[in-house]
Nanobody
Framework: VQLQASGGGWVQPGGSLRLSCAAT????????VGWYRQVPGQERQLVTR???????VTANFATGRFTISRDSAKNTMYLQMNRLKPEDTAVYYC?????????WGRGTLVTVSS
């Protein structure tokens, strides 16, 4: 199983970015999928996650600004991030759980600054 994250980069405060995470070797449409982020020196934290049984969980800082989605045909998950703030600067990781194992992408850096 491989998860390839992309779409990170530099953006000004208030801007938007869409992260992508393409999967091979597993089917994202039937798995739990989620996005996490990590700032150097801090623990990795949940951004948002779609649960296998339905529903989702989203961190307070992401509510109303970040949206997770997935495309079954492309076997890809996305994180749409709007109204970005400097404190959103972090390495963002995609994750999927197929019920047996947990898989992580390598991370993509998002930098929000003016």
């Amino acid at each position: 199983v491989q998860l390839q994250a992309s779409g990170g980069g530099w953006v000004q405060p208030g801007g938007s970015l869409r992260l992508s995470c393409a999967a091979t070797g597993t089917t994202l449409s039937v798995n739990e999928v989620g996005w996490y982020r990590q700032v150097p020196g801090q623990e990795r934290q949940l951004v948002t996650r779609i649960r296998r049984g339905g529903g989702s969980v989203t961190a307070n800082f992401a509510t109303g600004r970040f949206t997770i989605s997935r495309d079954s045909a492309k076997n890809t998950m996305y994180l749409q991030m709007n109204r970005l703030k400097p404190e959103d600067t972090a390495v963002y990781y995609c994750n999927t759980d197929d019920g047996t194992s947990d898989y992580w992408g390598r991370g993509t850096l998002v930098t929000v600054s003016s």
